[in-house]
């Protein structure tokens, strides 16, 4: 069955992360109807930082690590959570160009040995349609004086490759979101509301 897992990791009260990762999800529901839906805030609900039990226990499943009852829990609930899904949408703001702490702690529980997709050996999680859904505040499209200073979706896409959620992976990405409050970004606004409206086109036809 279609499942679909839904993750958000903005701080912001008016996020354009949640509000484009919220509209994929009620059009992907729309478009499959009878299917699974689950939902994770790690900033309503953080995830602790690893620690060394943790990751040990991740690395070495068959052993006793010292881990408490409640972090093997969280981890499972995770690794549920993602193993149970057949398409993932994340909605995950650039922090100081790169990702949010809050989202990384995901990531730590679930990039590990047992999903790594290597030569020759897939990843339990290979095979899933992953949609990353990117806010920033600035630009860094080609051409632009920052475009060598993404390292979100460069890191993204190595990371999630390596654990087999390359397969159907495609990245939306809103742009120049902090035009609508700087003063000083004023004349970008037009650049915003067009890079604003792409990305509402493509979930749609990403959910359809
Ligand atoms: C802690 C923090 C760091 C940020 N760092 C960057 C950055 O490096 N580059 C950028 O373009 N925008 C940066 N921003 C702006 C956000 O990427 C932008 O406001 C984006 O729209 C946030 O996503 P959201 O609208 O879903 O909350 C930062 C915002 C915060 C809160």
Redesign the pocket.
Same mark, same amino acid.
């Given at each position: 069955m279609s499942h679909l897992l839904h993750i958000d990791s *903005?701080? !912001?009260t008016? *996020?354009? *992360? &949640?509000q484009l990762s919220a509209y994929f999800a009620e059009e992907w529901r729309n478009s499959h109807p009878g299917s699974g839906y689950s939902y994770r805030d790690v900033v309503a609900e953080p995830i602790p930082h690893i620690t060394h039990p943790v990751h040990q226990s991740l690395v070495y499943p068959d052993g006793d690590h010292g881990q408490s009852a409640e972090e093997r829990e969280l981890t499972a609930a995770i690794t549920d959570e993602l193993l149970g899904a057949s398409t993932v949408v994340l !909605?995950v703001? =650039?922090?100081?160009?790169s990702i949010p702490s809050t989202f990384k702690a995901w990531l730590d529980r679930v990039v590990h040995p047992a999903h790594m997709s290597m030569p020759g050996k897939t990843s339990p999680l290979s095979g899933k349609s992953v949609v990353v859904i990117q806010? &920033? !505040? !600035?630009s860094y499209a080609p051409g632009t004086p920052r475009e060598d200073f993404d390292f979100q979706e460069p890191y993204l896409r190595a990371v999630l490759e390596s654990i087999g959620l390359g397969d159907d992976l495609t990245f939306v990405t809103?742009e120049l979101? =902090?035009a609508a409050h700087v003063p000083q970004m004023e004349q970008l606004r037009p650049l915003a509301e067009t890079s604003l409206a792409t990305a509402y086109e493509t979930l749609k036809k990403l959910a359809a």
């Amino acid at each position: 069955m279609s499942h679909l897992l839904h993750i958000d990791s *903005s701080i !912001g009260t008016d *996020s354009v *992360s &949640r509000q484009l990762s919220a509209y994929f999800a009620e059009e992907w529901r729309n478009s499959h109807p009878g299917s699974g839906y689950s939902y994770r805030d790690v900033v309503a609900e953080p995830i602790p930082h690893i620690t060394h039990p943790v990751h040990q226990s991740l690395v070495y499943p068959d052993g006793d690590h010292g881990q408490s009852a409640e972090e093997r829990e969280l981890t499972a609930a995770i690794t549920d959570e993602l193993l149970g899904a057949s398409t993932v949408v994340l !909605g995950v703001p =650039m922090h100081n160009f790169s990702i949010p702490s809050t989202f990384k702690a995901w990531l730590d529980r679930v990039v590990h040995p047992a999903h790594m997709s290597m030569p020759g050996k897939t990843s339990p999680l290979s095979g899933k349609s992953v949609v990353v859904i990117q806010a &920033r !505040g !600035g630009s860094y499209a080609p051409g632009t004086p920052r475009e060598d200073f993404d390292f979100q979706e460069p890191y993204l896409r190595a990371v999630l490759e390596s654990i087999g959620l390359g397969d159907d992976l495609t990245f939306v990405t809103a742009e120049l979101t =902090m035009a609508a409050h700087v003063p000083q970004m004023e004349q970008l606004r037009p650049l915003a509301e067009t890079s604003l409206a792409t990305a509402y086109e493509t979930l749609k036809k990403l959910a359809a």
